[in-house]
């Protein structure tokens, strides 16, 4: 080692600025079609919980605040749409679930931890409490909840939702949210500019915005058909998503090779 090389390399280290050069691990693509089936599955919850909260608990939503924001200005306008405590609730509750989903999921860690890291699945399972605890009222209300039972079974919803936004956003999937569709629209049609080179990101938004629909025509039908069932859909299918991601994604390093 000569001088210079010698003097640089013990400066270095003095100064405590010596870095072992580490690779950039690469994604399994396996892993990477998992999660989005694992978001799309989320997504369909989604969907089945904002038609059954429109149609049944005071024509409000519990994941879709752009709507709620809309309504809030036409309670101010007195232009009518959902009662104020149905809106400020369901807000209210979603924002706070937000909050403490975004306390489970930062990381205090700067390095990456898969393509699913285990706290997203930690904030989902907990989740699944505002799905039990409104499963549990609407039982007992035989499905014909009271405004007052309504509100809080609104509250308990907007709760869950909000953890689960907040977990997927976490994972920094662009263009999918979990419980907003208008950003994967126009991602998705903004995607066909670039067709040649976004198949991949086409076919994920595509399938969020399939899973959505979906969720909402199968809640709707439940709501017509089988009332009493109607929420257990967005519970199992949330609970399905957990369990398949608590599995799949056990390691803590999983999803990179």
Known sequence: MNTKSYE????????????????????????????????QGL?????AVDAICF????KVFTAFMTGNIAFLGLRVANAGGPEWSAIIAAMATFAVG?????????????????????????????????HVGFLTLWLASRGQPS?????????????????QSAAGRSLHVEGVFTTAATATYIFLFGDFTNWSKSAEERRRLRGVLIALFLGALAGG???????????????????????????????PNSGIK
């Open 8 to 39: 640089y390399a013990q400066g270095s280290q003095e100064a405590g600025h010596f870095r072992p050069i580490i690779a950039q691990p690469s994604i399994s693509r396996h892993d990477t079609r998992v999660r989005d089936l694992l978001l």
């Open 98 to 130: 937000v909050y403490l989903g975004t306390l489970i999921v930062k990381s205090k860690e700067n390095g990456t931890s898969g393509v699913w890291p285990r706290r997203v699945t930690v904030a989902l399972g907990l989740s699944l409490i505002g």
């Open 221 to 251: 039908l439940l709501l017509e058909h089988a009332r009493i069932c109607a929420p257990a859909l967005p519970f199992i299918a949330t609970a399905i998503v957990v369990a398949v991601a608590a599995v799949h994604f056990r390691e």
């Open 55 to 58: 149609l049944q608990l005071g």
């Open 43 to 47: 997504t369909f919850s989604t969907g």
């Open 147 to 163: 405004t007052d039972v309504a509100t809080g079974l609104i509250c308990l919803w907007g709760a869950a939702m909000g953890m």
